[in-house]
């Protein structure tokens, strides 16, 4: 399984229990845009394999995101 195809599933499992959280994935990152859950879909996603790197908070504007140590866009 390529690292899309991982970063996609792994996405899946974590967020089918929050239904009503939207997210999407780009060509190599996840990008959460809400993220309402008490300890944090991220926090989820980064302990199921994806990097924080390759994770963008959405719900944070651009001059944000580069001090919350996950990625830009």
Known sequence: MDTLD??????KEVLVPYTQIPYSHAASECKAVF???ED???YELV?????KE??????H???VRQH???AVA
């Open 6 to 11: 991982n970063y996609r599933h792994i996405s």
């Open 35 to 37: 993220d309402s859950a």
């Open 40 to 42: 944090g879909v991220t």
């Open 47 to 51: 302990a199921a394999g994806i990097p």
């Open 54 to 59: 390759k994770i963008v908070l959405g719900f």
């Open 61 to 63: 504007p651009p001059n």
């Open 68 to 70: 919350t140590g996950y």
